[in-house]
């Protein structure tokens, strides 16, 4: 199965894409995950990253593609995989589509998780990450089980620096002027599914797997 999570910064598309992922047993590609860890990292592509991600603004084109070019060539996908933040532009929905048609594959699905503005910021408020494994929480809707550690790793959990109320307001604007224009290229090819993200975690859940495996688009 190959899937593309689809929606607005804070809507649940990691978290989905985690619980997918062992759902059907295959990779989550999360580009900005990779772009966080290069930065820690310190990579020449981290540090080229880094001011982008601090102002809220989009990576170029041509960095993502490369790296997402890269990493589906490796054969730990060739059950398929759910790529989480990416494409965010129509540049990179076309760079895709030229990818996998030269690899003789094609997507099943593009989830779009719909959520509105107000709840989005209450969301990036209260979001607490694990640095270490990617892992998310949410301090009331998805608390780890210790406070401030992660249930996976035991590392301690913290705010991301892109969280701040005036990089989320940036990274808002650039999802509405770039990304939302990717509802429309992939209804054409009715590949879109709209989820209502506004339900808890399972419920989205739920709902998401009822319409992969009911193939209802
Ligand atoms: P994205 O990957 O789309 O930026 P995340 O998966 O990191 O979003 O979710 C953003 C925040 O919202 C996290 O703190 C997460 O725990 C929380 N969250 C995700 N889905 C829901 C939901 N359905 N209800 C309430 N909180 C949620
Ligand atoms: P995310 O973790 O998906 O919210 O991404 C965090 C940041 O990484 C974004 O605000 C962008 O700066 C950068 N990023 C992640 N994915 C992409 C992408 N597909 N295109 C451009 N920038 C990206």
């Known amino acids: 199965m190959r899937i593309i999570?689809?929606?607005?910064?804070?809507?649940?598309?990691?978290?989905?894409?985690?619980?997918?992922?062992?759902?059907?047993?295959?990779?989550?590609?999360?580009?900005?995950?990779?772009?966080?860890?290069?930065?820690?990292?310190?990579t020449p592509m981290g540090?080229?990253?880094?001011?982008?991600?601090?102002?809220?603004?989009?990576?170029?084109?041509?960095?993502v593609v490369g790296i997402?070019?890269?990493r589906l060539k490796q054969p730990d996908l060739a059950k398929g995989f759910i790529l989480d933040g990416f494409p965010?532009?129509?540049?990179q929905a076309e760079s895709l589509e030229q990818i996998l048609h030269n690899s003789g594959t094609k997507l099943n699905a593009v989830i779009n998780i719909q959520v509105p503005r107000d709840e989005l910021i209450e969301r990036f408020t209260g979001r607490r990450v694990c640095n270490s494994?990617?892992?998310?929480?949410?301090?009331?809707?998805?608390?780890?089980?210790?406070?401030?550690?992660?249930?996976?790793?035991?590392?301690?959990?913290?705010?991301?620096?892109?969280?701040?109320?005036?990089?989320?307001?940036?990274?808002?604007?650039?999802?509405?002027?770039k990304t939302t224009p990717l509802i429309e290229?992939?209804?054409?090819?009715?590949?879109?599914?709209?989820?209502?993200?506004?339900?808890?975690i399972d419920e989205v859940f739920q709902e998401i797997v009822d319409r992969l495996r009911g193939g209802k688009k």
């Open 5 to 42: 999570m689809l929606g607005p910064p804070g809507a649940g598309k990691g978290t989905q894409a985690r619980k997918l992922s062992e759902e059907f047993n295959i990779h989550q590609i999360s580009t900005g995950d990779i772009f966080r860890k290069a930065v820690q990292e310190s």
């Open 47 to 63: 540090i080229r990253a880094k001011e982008y991600m601090d102002k809220g603004q989009l990576v170029p084109d041509e960095i």
């Open 68 to 70: 997402v070019e890269e």
């Open 88 to 91: 965010r532009t129509i540049s």
């Open 133 to 177: 494994c990617g892992a998310s929480y949410h301090v009331k809707y998805n608390p780890p089980r210790i406070t401030g550690k992660c249930d996976i790793c035991g590392k301690q959990l913290v705010i991301r620096p892109d969280d701040e109320l005036e990089t989320v307001k940036k990274r808002l604007e650039e999802y509405e002027q």
């Open 185 to 200: 290229f992939y209804r054409s090819r009715h590949l879109l599914i709209n989820i209502d993200g506004e339900k808890s």
